[in-house]
């Protein structure tokens, strides 16, 4: 395994933009490893807030598995 390090941004769609001299590492497969700088606070936007409370009104759903299955179906149709 190679390891790079790159300082980048991280888009509100949470997209990391590599620069253009690691042209050769796109398309493939990576393990990413992430150091956050801790004294910039994270915004908590309204989606996450939006599916953290969805979150926990599933758990109470009788059948989490289907309802898990239908988000996941969800997702992948809208994020293919």
Do not use: C, Y
């Not at 790079?4 to 941004?9: G, M, Q, V």
């Not at 933009?17 to 956050?36: M, N």
């Not at 801790?38 to 939006?50: F, G, L, R, T, V």
Request: net charge negative; aromatic share 4%; glycine share 4%.
């Amino acid at each position: 395994m190679q390891a790079i390090e790159i300082e980048t941004d991280i888009t509100k769609e949470g997209h990391i933009h590599l620069p253009g001299p690691l042209r050769k590492v796109f398309g493939r497969h990576a393990r990413l490893i992430l150091l956050l700088d801790e004294s910039q606070p994270a915004e908590k936007s309204a989606a996450i807030d939006n599916l953290l409370s969805l979150r926990g009104a599933l758990r109470d759903d009788a059948d989490f598995d289907a309802a898990m299955r239908e988000i996941d179906q969800a997702w992948q149709a809208w994020n293919p």
